[in-house]
């Protein structure tokens, strides 16, 4: 059974904090042998046409395989790749040019905690180097690396304040992750995966954590993971990705008990589910395409039991299903189809 979402923040606001239209990313590929006669320029189409709104006190979680495109999105919107195009705007205002003190505003509003905790600290710098490091750019010379340390419920403090990385067990390794980005006071947390690398045991207590930071600091945190029982247990609304597309969101509750898309539903017959006794609802076939060449249409027609003609040929467009939000982007909910 895919566990019920936890409440949102008793001071969550529908404000948004940042949103994104049509956010589109394609990486070129580099020139083969075949391509230096041609004039033909081949790109991944990882990320095509996303909107996304995060808001304030609220989690939302992007779910879908790996390859997705759901990282590529963190990426984005930390500003770690140019996008191809779209536009991003903190609290509705664009964010466009690299540099510039409004870019480094922004930076240090929206902040990314990356999956694998260890790559993504110095193995040659304790923890206080890390976190004194981050007060300092972030012009908080001030403030004491231990209150951030209380901030993740690394206490006392002064246990884990002169630790090297591998000294640090996986959770412990992500807490200080996430005090480093707190150095920054963030309205906005990116959690690539943050739990995907850790032992089963510890990963509710980082994702009680980042629930806890949420309701305290009322931060908009976007939640990207590969485990919709995760997103249903933590996230507030729910976005799924399939092969560079956004096909379905709304909350969380309901995205995972009324899904409409296929492919949501595939996703949520393959979560473990040790309480299931009904058969699986879905029954696609085949592997997510190639993201070089995307099937034309709906991406997911070469695999959708559903496929109409329509789905082969027209991108389906974003087909509201409730007044509360739900929706999705497939042509079985187009109204005439009924
Ligand atoms: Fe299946 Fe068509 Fe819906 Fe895509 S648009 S999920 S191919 S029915």
């Given at each position: 059974?895919?566990?019920?979402?936890?409440?949102?923040?008793?001071?969550?606001?529908?404000?948004?904090?940042?949103?994104?239209?049509?956010?589109?990313?394609?990486?070129?590929?580099?020139?083969?042998?075949?391509?230096?006669?041609?004039?033909?320029?081949?790109?991944?189409?990882?990320?095509?046409?996303?909107?996304?709104?995060?808001?304030?006190?609220?989690?939302?979680?992007?779910?879908?395989?790996?390859?997705?495109?759901?990282?590529?999105?963190?990426?984005?919107?930390?500003?770690?790749?140019?996008?191809?195009?779209?536009?991003?705007?903190?609290?509705?205002?664009?964010?466009?040019?690299?540099?510039?003190?409004?870019?480094?505003?922004?930076?240090?509003?929206?902040?990314?905690?990356?999956?694998?905790?260890?790559?993504?600290?110095?193995?040659?710098?304790?923890?206080?180097?890390?976190?004194?490091?981050?007060?300092?750019?972030?012009?908080?010379?001030?403030?004491?690396p231990g209150d951030l340390l209380a901030q993740v419920q690394l206490t006392p403090p002064e246990r884990y304040l002169e630790k090297f990385p591998h000294e640090l067990s996986g959770g412990q390794r992500q807490r200080?992750?996430?005090?480093?980005?707190?150095?920054?006071?963030?309205?906005?947390?990116?959690?690539?995966?943050?739990?995907?690398?850790?032992?089963?045991?510890?990963?509710?207590?980082?994702?009680?954590?980042?629930?806890?930071?949420?309701?305290?600091?009322?931060?908009?945190?976007?939640?990207?993971?590969?485990?919709?029982?995760?997103?249903?247990?933590?996230?507030?609304?729910?976005?799924?990705?399939?092969?560079?597309?956004?096909?379905?969101?709304?909350?969380?509750?309901?995205?995972?008990?009324?899904?409409?898309?296929?492919?949501?539903?595939?996703?949520?017959?393959?979560?473990?589910?040790?309480?299931?006794?009904?058969?699986?609802?879905?029954?696609?076939?085949?592997?997510?395409?190639?993201?070089?060449?995307?099937?034309?249409?709906?991406?997911?027609?070469?695999?959708?039991?559903?496929?109409?003609?329509?789905?082969?040929?027209?991108?389906?467009?974003?087909?509201?299903?409730?007044?509360?939000?739900?929706?999705?982007?497939?042509?079985?909910?187009?109204?005439?189809?009924?």
């Amino acid at each position: 059974m895919i566990e019920a979402a936890m409440p949102a923040a008793s001071g969550a606001t529908e404000e948004v904090v940042l949103d994104a239209a049509g956010l589109t990313k394609h990486f070129p590929v580099r020139r083969g042998v075949r391509e230096l006669f041609t004039r033909t320029r081949r790109e991944v189409h990882a990320v095509d046409d996303v909107d996304l709104e995060l808001r304030r006190g609220r989690v939302t979680a992007m779910v879908g395989e790996s390859g997705s495109g759901k990282s590529t999105v963190a990426r984005l919107l930390a500003q770690l790749h140019p996008r191809t195009s779209g536009v991003i705007r903190l609290h509705g205002r664009p964010v466009s040019v690299k540099g510039g003190r409004r870019f480094r505003a922004y930076c240090r509003r929206v902040q990314l905690v990356f999956q694998d905790p260890f790559s993504s600290l110095n193995p040659a710098h304790t923890v206080r180097y890390h976190l004194t490091r981050a007060l300092h750019i972030h012009g908080r010379a001030d403030a004491k690396p231990g209150d951030l340390l209380a901030q993740v419920q690394l206490t006392p403090p002064e246990r884990y304040l002169e630790k090297f990385p591998h000294e640090l067990s996986g959770g412990q390794r992500q807490r200080v992750a996430i005090a480093r980005a707190l150095a920054a006071r963030p309205e906005v947390l990116l959690a690539d995966e943050p739990v995907s690398m850790l032992d089963v045991s510890i990963r509710l207590g980082v994702l009680n954590l980042l629930r806890d930071l949420r309701n305290r600091l009322d931060l908009a945190i976007l939640y990207i993971t590969h485990d919709i029982a995760s997103a249903r247990y933590f996230a507030d609304e729910m976005l799924v990705m399939y092969a560079g597309r956004v096909v379905e969101g709304g909350d969380s509750e309901t995205v995972t008990q009324r899904a409409a898309h296929p492919y949501t539903r595939l996703l949520i017959d393959s979560a473990p589910d040790p309480d299931r006794v009904a058969a699986p609802t879905e029954e696609a076939t085949g592997e997510p395409p190639s993201l070089i060449h995307p099937p034309a249409g709906c991406r997911f027609h070469p695999r959708c039991p559903h496929a109409l003609a329509v789905c082969e040929t027209e991108v389906p467009p974003r087909f509201e299903l409730t007044e509360t939000g739900h929706w999705t982007a497939c042509w079985l909910y187009r109204p005439e189809t009924g």
